[in-house]
């Protein structure tokens, strides 16, 4: 399992590792984001976001569950799952179409759906350390199932 880690210490930093990926990434790739409330998640996704080529306005679809972007260079579907009861709800809105279909899919709070993943992800934690700053942000990159180098 291939692991980068990132050190980011401010919003700018974040966005840019984010813009970096969404540059690089592969049609079909899922991307999952987990980190607690302010760690810095829909900074990043808004990087990722124009990393595709998206030019519209991206924000948390934490009450829709899906947003769609077709904008960039591919589909960009954004997924935030915080207030999915259970992964039945996926089901519901299609979501094999996604995460199986042509475009780079990132989903935000995806352990709460971790049943349902792909065999195959980019997992990405941002996590806080208070003892390097405030506005210091620790990004591991994770390929989840791949055998070697995933990006
Ligand atoms: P989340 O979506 O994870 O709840 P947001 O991306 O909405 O978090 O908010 C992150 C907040 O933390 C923003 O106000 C941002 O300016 C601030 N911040 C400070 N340092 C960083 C950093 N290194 N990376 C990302 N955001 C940061
Ligand atoms: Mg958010």
Redesign the pocket.
């Known amino acids: 399992m291939d692991k980068t880690i990132f050190e980011?210490?401010?919003?700018e930093?974040?966005f840019r590792f984010g813009k970096e990926l969404g540059e690089k990434a592969k049609e079909g790739s899922v991307f999952t984001l987990v980190?607690?409330?302010?760690?810095?998640?829909?900074?990043f996704s808004k990087g990722l976001a124009e990393g595709l080529g998206v030019t519209e306005q991206v924000n948390?679809p934490t009450f829709t569950i899906l947003q769609v972007y077709e904008q960039g260079r591919c589909p960009f579907y954004h997924f935030d799952v915080y207030r999915i009861g259970d992964s039945s709800e996926m089901d519901e809105i299609g979501y094999e179409e996604y995460i199986y279909g042509e475009g780079v899919c990132l989903i935000e709070w995806a352990d709460l759906i971790e049943e349902i993943l792909p065999p195959r992800y980019l997992k990405v934690t941002?996590e806080k350390d208070v003892e390097k700053g405030?506005?210091?942000?620790k990004i591991t990159l994770e390929g989840v199932g791949y055998e070697d180098h995933c990006y």
Do not use: C, E, M, W
């Open positions: 980011s210490f401010g919003p930093d974040t980190g607690d409330l302010g760690a810095g998640k829909t900074v948390s941002i405030y506005d210091y942000r």
